[in-house]
């Protein structure tokens, strides 16, 4: 076996970590030290052909190439770009093709044993986190997690790794199992949630830690309309239902912000959710709060959905600029969502008593539109709202989510004043009102006055 050059201790952690993950996705059939530089020209290759060929279960070759640099390396040295051996050996696990899980030889058996050398034969601590530009101090167990290998995590706990150990955006490993399509996404969770109880792990544990962003692990299982993973977070690790983002959501308005992936699931678990939350006796500190949630994200719907797309011209349609055809297009559509007839639009007398009620029209209209806004909304607040007040405002305020967010070294965080002074507007000098009443002034108000204004000349 040829040997290599003589290459600083970073620059052969930074190969040696290259040839990990290499030798993971590959099954073995690459060794570690075949991402070790002989030339500038032509890295080293070599492959364990009678390894590849052999009905043996365990990754010896693998091991053996990476033992021959122990030392004088040390299992905890980090390359040129902060990565630790243990992180890059997770995050090859991560990168591996599921489908190559079958067999003897398989990504996760050479994961195992690369892991099991580290942390055996050269104690390397299973929790050291990465100290790569950008990454956060993430730990390895993160990146396992994520990946969703019920037995690589269980090597890991049984290691010391803490599950509930937070990176620098106080993202937690409970909060990556939901981004995963694998079925093992249920077997993981209940690891974490077990492991915290070992006796091997300590450290601070709860299943509640937020991130950055206020979300906790079952905001995330919300978002991922995952009902396996909800139930287990709300039965076994008692997770609080109640809790709220940073953009004021709550786990009901996650999940009903989520059915247009399917109203299947998202129904299938807002039950569940709901469910809980009666049989907790914790409905009725939330149940306020939800009813208002869904005001406003049905309002922002109809925006979206009805009034938005009616405003647009057609495409058959030449004309530009007509805005009598707009505010039409636009009021038909409004009224047809309140269930109203639009051809009423072609009475002559529209401000006197209408067939459909003792009120006129706009009247009607107006009281229709006004009980579909949340109290919230229709405040002027000269001193600061509620916090429930401020979350109504804010949860369906989506831009929230770019402009309120700002990184510093490669760390995410939230700044409250832009929340607060990007959810409201200046209404004169009286006080702040609601930013989305700019939008429905706009697209109900002003396109309803000119109509009725048109009708009744």
């Given at each position: 076996?040829?040997?290599?050059?003589?290459?600083?201790?970073?620059?052969?952690?930074?190969?040696?970590?290259?040839?990990?993950?290499?030798?993971?996705?590959?099954?073995?059939?690459?060794?570690?030290?075949?991402?070790?530089?002989?030339?500038?020209?032509?890295p080293?290759?070599?492959?364990?052909?009678?390894?590849?060929?052999?009905?043996?279960?365990?990754?010896?070759?693998?091991?053996?190439?990476?033992?021959?640099?122990?030392?004088?390396?040390?299992g905890?040295?980090?390359?040129?770009?902060?990565?630790?051996l243990?992180?890059?050996?997770?995050?090859?696990?991560?990168?591996?093709?599921?489908?190559?899980?079958?067999?003897?030889?398989?990504?996760?058996?050479?994961?195992?044993?690369?892991?099991?050398?580290?942390?055996?034969e050269?104690?390397?601590?299973?929790?050291?986190?990465?100290?790569?530009?950008?990454?956060?101090?993430?730990?390895?167990?993160?990146l396992?997690?994520?990946?969703?290998?019920?037995?690589?995590?269980?090597?890991?706990?049984?290691?010391?790794?803490?599950?509930?150990?937070?990176?620098?955006?106080?993202?937690?490993?409970?909060?990556?199992c939901?981004?995963?399509?694998?079925?093992?996404?249920?077997?993981?969770?209940?690891?974490?949630?077990?492991?915290?109880?070992?006796?091997?792990?300590?450290?601070?544990?709860?299943?509640?830690?937020?991130?950055?962003?206020?979300?906790?692990?079952?905001?995330?299982?919300?978002?991922?309309?995952?009902y396996?993973?909800?139930q287990?977070?709300?039965?076994?690790?008692?997770?609080?239902?109640?809790?709220?983002?940073?953009?004021?959501?709550?786990?009901?308005?996650?999940?009903?912000?989520?059915?247009?992936?399917?109203?299947?699931?998202?129904?299938?678990?807002?039950?569940?959710?709901?469910?809980?939350?009666?049989?907790?006796?914790?409905?009725?500190?939330?149940?306020?709060?939800?009813?208002?949630?869904?005001?406003?994200?049905?309002?922002?719907?109809?925006?979206?959905?009805?009034?938005?797309?009616?405003?647009?011209?057609?495409?058959?349609?030449?004309?530009?600029?007509?805005?009598?055809?707009?505010?039409?297009?636009?009021?038909?559509?409004?009224?047809?969502?309140?269930?109203?007839?639009?051809?009423?639009?072609c009475?002559?007398?529209?401000?006197?008593?209408?067939?459909?009620?003792?009120?006129?029209?706009?009247?009607?209209?107006?009281?229709?539109?006004?009980?579909?806004?949340?109290?919230?909304?229709?405040?002027?607040?000269?001193?600061s709202?509620?916090?429930?007040?401020?979350?109504?405002?804010?949860?369906?305020?989506?831009?929230?989510?770019?402009?309120?967010?700002?990184?510093?070294?490669?760390?995410?965080?939230?700044?409250?004043?832009?929340?607060?002074?990007?959810?409201?507007?200046?209404?004169?000098?009286?006080?702040?009102?609601?930013?989305?009443?700019?939008?429905?002034?706009?697209?109900?108000?002003?396109?309803?006055?000119?109509?009725?204004?048109?009708?009744?000349?």
């Amino acid at each position: 076996m040829t040997t290599a050059p003589s290459i600083s201790s970073e620059e052969l952690v930074d190969a040696l970590n290259k040839g990990i993950i290499s030798a993971i996705q590959t099954c073995g059939k690459s060794l570690p030290s075949s991402a070790i530089p002989i030339a500038k020209s032509s890295p080293f290759q070599c492959e364990w052909s009678e390894y590849c060929s052999t009905t043996t279960t365990h990754c010896s070759p693998v091991v053996e190439d990476l033992r021959q640099y122990f030392p004088p390396l040390k299992g905890n040295q980090v390359g040129s770009d902060g990565r630790p051996l243990l992180y890059a050996a997770c995050l090859g696990l991560l990168l591996s093709d599921r489908a190559k899980m079958d067999g003897i030889h398989t990504p996760l058996s050479t994961y195992l044993s690369i892991a099991l050398f580290l942390l055996d034969e050269l104690h390397v601590n299973p929790n050291q986190p990465t100290l790569t530009q950008g990454a956060c101090l993430r730990p390895p167990l993160h990146l396992l997690a994520r990946s969703c290998h019920p037995s690589a995590v269980h090597a890991l706990l049984t290691k010391r790794a803490n599950p509930y150990l937070k990176d620098k955006e106080g993202w937690t490993a409970l909060m990556a199992c939901w981004d995963n399509a694998s079925n093992d996404r249920l077997e993981t969770l209940q690891l974490l949630l077990k492991g915290c109880d070992d006796e091997n792990n300590d450290g601070a544990t709860n299943v509640n830690d937020t991130n950055y962003c206020g979300y906790t692990a079952l905001h995330y299982a919300c978002e991922g309309l995952n009902y396996q993973l909800i139930q287990c977070l709300l039965e076994d690790g008692g997770a609080d239902a109640t809790l709220r983002t940073v953009w004021g959501q709550s786990c009901i308005g996650i999940i009903r912000s989520q059915s247009h992936k399917s109203q299947e699931d998202a129904l299938k678990c807002e039950t569940m959710v709901m469910s809980h939350l009666e049989k907790t006796g914790r409905m009725e500190s939330i149940r306020s709060f939800l009813e208002e949630e869904k005001k406003a994200m049905v309002v922002m719907d109809l925006v979206d959905e009805v009034l938005i797309p009616a405003s647009r011209r057609p495409e058959s349609d030449s004309s530009s600029g007509n805005v009598d055809a707009q505010d039409r297009r636009i009021v038909v559509a409004l009224i047809q969502y309140l269930g109203v007839d639009p051809d009423v639009l072609c009475h002559s007398k529209l401000f006197e008593q209408w067939p459909h009620d003792h009120a006129n029209l706009y009247e009607h209209i107006h009281q229709r539109v006004m009980d579909l806004l949340p109290l919230a909304w229709l405040r002027v607040y000269r001193s600061s709202p509620t916090t429930d007040e401020r979350d109504i405002i804010a949860c369906t305020n989506y831009d929230l989510r770019a402009n309120a967010t700002s990184s510093t070294d490669g760390v995410r965080h939230i700044d409250p004043s832009k929340i607060m002074s990007q959810s409201f507007r200046l209404f004169r000098e009286r006080g702040h009102y609601a930013k989305q009443l700019e939008l429905l002034h706009d697209l109900i108000a002003i396109p309803l006055q000119r109509t009725f204004i048109r009708n009744t000349k």
